[in-house]
């Protein structure tokens, strides 16, 4: 029995996505491990030196308190300054913050329910607001296209005589991909260096990836500083920040899947068996008062498009007097 192709293609991608996993896996693991290694050392140094200043507390003692904190902590609830914070974690801002990243499915996990109730209404809350918030995103997207396809057909005026089409869009996807990257990563990662008090750039930039990307490790998450002032207000304006920063990558990825030739995925389809790779050419068309026109056009010699009508135009006035006379 012959393989197909596509399916050929796919098994080739398994094992190199296999291979990519084991890779990312290794420097992980070279790189993260001995930093954990170190940091078990210092936390076991500190415990035994802690037990021997306070000959009255039991190991035991120490171990069952340092498990009601970790969980505490686990929860959003940090113990330092005497469990004392600014503003409380399930203030309506704060809960502003945790149901958009429900809704976006970032989920950071610092915070969650922690009663049955709110559990089983998170799970009910996210079924419900998941697959709309993916209508909504798509629906707000396919009018920001239309300024983006304004920008891009500009590119074609200006320079369609000059380059090939697949050119200038690759040209529109790095000008996008750079508003982007300057508006909705280094911008925010410089304000929110300046906000957070333990965070350099590099963290904020990496705190502002793992979001736009939807990762949502939780391990930095703005606002969690206990000192934090108008703490609510804050998570709100990040929320807005999230919110608008998915929107502006589901465009640019909506640029790319444009593209054809930079559509890798359709190599993998079962309906890329047996098609022959798709060909553009520019043509540039004069109307009357339009100036020229550059559309991008599939060669497809096997398949020719059927011939539509014009649509027939309404009877007017006179033409259903002239009937009525006749």
């Known amino acids: 029995m012959k393989l197909r192709k596509s399916n050929v293609r796919l098994l080739a991608l398994s094992a190199f996505y296999a291979l990519y996993l084991v890779i990312g896996a290794s420097i992980f693991s070279a790189i993260e491990g001995p930093k954990e290694?170190?940091?078990?050392?210092?936390?076991?140094?500190?415990?035994?030196?802690?037990?021997?200043?306070?000959?009255?507390?039991?190991?035991?003692?120490?171990?069952?308190?340092?498990?009601?904190?970790?969980?505490?902590?686990?929860?959003?609830?940090?113990?330092?300054?005497?469990?004392?914070?600014?503003?409380?974690?399930?203030?309506?801002?704060?809960?502003?913050?945790?149901?958009?990243?429900?809704?976006?499915?970032?989920?950071?996990?610092?915070?969650?329910?922690?009663?049955?109730?709110?559990?089983?209404?998170?799970?009910?809350?996210?079924?419900?607001?998941?697959?709309?918030?993916?209508?909504?995103?798509?629906?707000?997207v396919e009018r920001l296209m239309i300024p983006t396809k304004i920008f891009l057909y500009f590119l074609f005026r200006k320079?369609?005589?000059?380059?090939?089409?697949?050119?200038?869009?690759?040209?529109?996807?790095?000008?996008?991909?750079?508003?982007?990257?300057?508006?909705?990563?280094?911008?925010?990662?410089?304000?929110?260096?300046?906000?957070?008090?333990?965070?350099?750039?590099?963290?904020?930039?990496y705190y502002c990836f793992i979001s736009m990307t939807t990762i949502g490790l939780g391990d930095y998450i703005p606002g969690d500083n206990p000192d934090q002032n108008l703490r609510a207000l804050y998570k709100v304006g990040t929320t807005v920040y999230l919110f608008l920063g998915l929107l502006v990558m589901m465009l640019v990825l909506a640029v790319l899947y444009d593209i054809p030739e930079l559509n890798l995925g359709f190599h993998f389809y079962l309906r890329s068996d047996g098609q022959d790779e798709e060909r553009t050419t520019l043509r540039s068309s004069m109307d009357g008062a339009g100036g020229p026109k550059y559309s991008k056009q599939v060669d497809d010699d096997q398949h020719p498009q059927p011939v539509v009508p014009p649509p027939r135009p309404p009877f007017t006035k006179e033409d259903t007097t002239i009937q009525s006379t006749q």
């Open 37 to 140: 290694r170190d940091l078990v050392k210092e936390l076991r140094d500190l415990r035994i030196q802690f037990l021997e200043q306070n000959k009255c507390i039991t190991d035991r003692q120490l171990e069952q308190l340092i498990e009601v904190i970790v969980r505490a902590t686990n929860k959003g609830v940090s113990a330092t300054k005497n469990v004392t914070m600014s503003e409380p974690n399930w203030t309506f801002g704060q809960a502003i913050f945790f149901s958009g990243t429900v809704l976006t499915t970032i989920g950071y996990g610092r915070v969650a329910p922690l009663s049955d109730a709110g559990k089983g209404f998170c799970i009910l809350y996210a079924l419900i607001g998941i697959p709309l918030t993916l209508i909504m995103f798509s629906a707000v």
């Open 159 to 205: 320079l369609g005589h000059l380059y090939k089409v697949f050119h200038i869009q690759v040209l529109h996807l790095v000008i996008m991909i750079a508003i982007v990257l300057v508006f909705f990563f280094v911008v925010p990662a410089g304000i929110y260096a300046a906000l957070e008090p333990t965070w350099n750039f590099l963290d904020a930039f």
